[in-house]
T-cell receptor, first 118, second 109 residues
């Protein structure tokens, strides 16, 4: 299995508090992604990173920020948690290389973080 | 902006039937197209990856095809079994990795 770990796995927090979720990988992959999954909405991309300190917004980035200060860690912060951010959050990693033509890897997913904002 | 659509949203078939799940995407500038499986309350498991230069990939009873020019991919499942019951998701990667909303498959014994 790919080395990707999310922490915490479960969290309950109060409205208005900041929350940080961590994604840690041991695969040295360049791409890292944060998604949220809600019933009826599938997986929606929040933010992604294509290298250290290189990040970009996804489909549902409002209220979220990210940081990537080293290859192995990608942090997702809810600046002021709201009940609408109650969800399951998934992190994923992948790699794309351009040696001898490009090649891309499967995306591997963490086990998810169940976040409840009360 | 990449948009990925999966049809049908849900599918129920009797055991042993062959079936096709459909995925369409709007931007053909992709590195690859991937198919995943998700069981209820669980994470995602990668099933097949098709590089943009490829036309199809096979793994056991699964076969996935890719037609970049038409923006379509299909996942063919042969001789379906109750253990195949799950949600199947496709995702197009072109920097961003964008998912369809999935097809919920139920295979009845």
């Amino acid at each position: 299995d790919a080395g990707i770990t999310q922490s915490p796995r479960h969290k309950v927090t109060e409205t208005g508090t900041p929350v940080t979720l961590r994604c840690h990988q041991t695969e040295n992959h360049r791409y890292m992604y944060w998604y949220r999954q809600d019933p009826g909405h599938g997986l929606r991309l929040i933010h992604y990173s294509y290298g250290v300190k290189d990040t970009d917004k996804g489909e549902v980035s409002d209220g979220y920020s990210v940081s990537r200060s080293k290859t192995e860690d990608f942090l997702l912060t809810l600046e002021s948690a709201t009940s609408s951010q109650t969800s399951v959050y998934f992190c994923a990693i992948s790699e794309v290389s351009w040696a001898q033509g490009y090649n891309s890897t499967e995306a591997f997913f963490g086990q998810g973080t169940r976040l409840t904002v009360v | 902006k990449q948009e990925v659509t999966q049809i049908p949203a849900a599918l129920s078939v009797p055991e042993g039937e062959n079936l096709v799940l459909n995925c369409s995407f709007t931007d053909s500038a992709i590195y690859n197209l991937q198919w995943f499986r998700q069981d209820p309350g669980k994470g995602l498991t990668s099933l097949l990856l098709i590089q943009s230069s490829q036309r199809e990939q096979t793994s056991g009873r699964l076969n996935a095809s890719l037609d970049k020019s038409s923006g379509r991919s299909t996942l063919y499942i042969a001789a379906s079994q109750p253990g195949d019951s799950a949600t199947y998701l496709c995702a197009a990667q072109g920097g961003k990795l964008i998912f369809g909303q999935g097809t919920e498959l139920s295979v009845k014994p």
